[in-house]
Structure formats: C-alpha cells, structure tokens
C-alpha cells in the first residue's frame, strides 16, 4: 500500500473533476499568509480542518437557528443547520463533478459570524452599529457599518479566531473565504467592514466567482426551507394541512405516494415530506445548473470564472419553491420571531452592548487588547471619534460570539 498523499490527491481531481471545477493544486497560493504545503492535505482540507477546530465553530452548537433551544431537543440549531448544508452542498458537488473539499470548507464555516439568539441578535446589533439606536443617548448615533453575519463570518477567520503565532485568524484560502461571505447577499450600501481584506475574493460582485460558492448558497436555501418548515409543524405554527396546499407539496406527494400515511401516521408523513422535498429540491438544482452549464459550453466560451449565478432552480420549480419561502416566512418565521422571549433577548444584547460601552475594563483580556487603549466616557461620549467606534466594533466582536447561554449568564452578571 502506498500512501495517497496531496499529490495524488490533486492528480485524481485533474482527471475526475469537472472543467469548471475549482482545483486544489496552487490553491494554497491564494492565502492572505504566506505558508508552505502541507505533505498529504490539500489546501481545502485545511481549510475544512481548521475551521472544524476553531473555536467559532464549536460555539455554534449553543446558538439559536429559528426557535429558542431551551424549549426543545429537537429544533435545530446553528451546528446542526451548518452540517445539514454541508450535506446538501457536498451531495450536489458530487452530482456535478465539483470539488467536494471546497464546498465542505465553505459549508462549515458560513455561519460562524451568527449572535446568539439568532435573527433577534443580529438585528440588534445592526441598529447600533448602523446608527438608528443611540443606546438612550450614550452615544451620539452614527454610522459604523452596520452588522452582517456573513461579514462577520469572514472577519472570524480572517482575523478574530487565534490559533496560530505567525498570523491572526485561520488564514484560509480565497476561494473558501469569498465562498463565505457571498454565501447570501452582501448589502454593500449598508454594511462596510472597514478592516476587512477583500482583495482576491471579487468583492465587487454579488454571486461567487467559483460553481463550488454558489452550491453553498444555494444549499444554505435548500436547508432553511426544509429545515424550518420541520420545525415549524413540529412547533404546532403550521398544520400538514395548510402545508399540503403548497404547489410544492403537491410536486413531493405525486413522487413519493405519501398521502395515505396522513391518516396512519402523520409523523411519518412528515419526515417523507421533507425527506422528498429535499431530494426534489437538489435534483432541479443539479438538473438545471448541469443544462446552463452545458449551454454555455455549447457557446465554445471556457468559463472558469462566473460573474452571474450558474447555480440555481429551474423555471419549473423556482416559482413553487419562492412561494414555500414567502410561506415559511410569514407563517414560521416571523412568528417565530415574534414572541416575548425574542424581544427579551434583544434587549439582552442591547444592555451587554450598554454595559460594556460604559465599562471596559470588564471586557476579557484578550477583547481588551484590541482597543487602541482604555476609552474614557466622558459625559455619554468618548474622547474621539475614533475610540467609539474601536470600542462598539469590538465589543460588537465579543457580543456576537458568544452562545445564547453565556449571553444570559453575562447579563444576569452584570444585573447583580
């Protein structure tokens, strides 16, 4: 036996994978640090590799998805829906001969910039941070950039996670780390990370220049969609009834024959549902990018770089899968969000960030580094300009790592 090491590794995707795929070999090239090659990994597997060991990543398992998860076992969370779009993004990038490292490594760590109490946490933080929250006149209200967790996700491995003496962050490769950011839209006219390096990722543009980037994105939808929607039902939000008049439900039980589980067993229609809306939903994303792909082809034009999205759904099935979107939006969703322990939890994090604000010096160690030095508040404001915003980036930094438990543990410390 002899061992298979970077170097047939990446001789085997040469001769396997797709002309449009994202290869590993000279991938290691494109980091914002330079590093020598590893001797049996290649670069994607690193990447994969060190964002499965960050610490960004194992928090994710204590931060909400949709519903609290403190009132259920079985609702997911922001692990369990990041290994769910892994799946779907691998099994689609073995469908189309794309590079199934990259999609993981992009997978794995597209939500790692995620607050705790999910949605309810980030739009806190985004009304402080773009200026529309004045926190009851501690500070003058101005704009800093706003919050985004994709940004955030990129700016984790780009710079907050420490693993490493020689560099700060993960130092992943450009393509996992623009597969990141663009895994959902970028809002370029109200979010601005001023310190990020969006240099080689096409910042410019909207859809990631790699097929592999825009699996994850599209694999990220397939997941919410069928995911919530579980949750929903299970949640008592939606009846299989209202579900079942759904022009998608209807495509799900022509195929599968699951319409005399309802009345022997809704569970199990419930999981047949899912399972099939899952399997139609990746079939038509496969089916249809295969056919564009292909057409382009056909045009004699080498694409290996893609300004517009490659990756979506087909004509047929987009309408019907926009209408499950706008019906998980309205009948879970918001609902969901709607209730009084989200609104509790929001002004959890708007107290954190109050509090710190006016206490640095109870900020950890390695969160107080950051600051240029200590600001002073001074009569509801800092000494410059320039000290508050370090300060409300930061601190912005640290609130939104943590897990919904240790948000609650802090506020109930500072209360006491």
Known sequence: MKMRDRDFIEDVEDKILSDHAVKSRCANEMRLHEEAEHPYRTAFQRDRDRIIHSRAFRRLKHKQQVFLITEGD??????????????ISRTLAKLMGLNEDLVEAI???????????????EVMLHSILSGRDDLDGLIRPH??????????????????????????????TSHVREGILKHTRLNRESIRYRELDTQAIHFEYDYAFSLE???????????QRTHDLEDGIRANLVTLAEVRELPIVGEV????????????????????LITGLINLLVTNIATSSIDKINYIDNLTINFKLFKEPIINFGNDIDPKQQDLDYFIGERIIRIGYNTEANERNKKMIRELFRYFLRHPEQLPYYVRERLVRWPV????????????DRAMRVIADFIASMTDRFAEISFRTINE
Not at 107 to 121: E, M, N, R
């Open 74 to 87: 079985h609702y997911r969370t922001r692990l369990t829906h990041t290994l769910e779009v892994s799946q």
């Open 107 to 121: 997978a794995l760590g597209h939500d790692l910039g995620h607050t705790p109490f999910g949605h309810s946490g």
């Open 143 to 172: 704009d800093i950039g706003g919050f985004k967790h994709n940004y955030q996700s990129l700016w984790i491995v780009d710079e907050l996670e420490k693993k490493y003496f020689a560099f700060n962050g993960l130092n992943l």
């Open 213 to 223: 980037g825009q699996v994850v994105a599209i694999a990220d939808e397939v997941a």
């Open 253 to 272: 039980e022509k195929d599968l024959g699951v319409v005399r589980m309802l009345k022997s067993d809704p569970y199990a229609y419930r999981n047949a």
């Open 377 to 388: 508040l001074r009569h509801g404001t800092y000494e410059s300009g320039e000290e508050l």
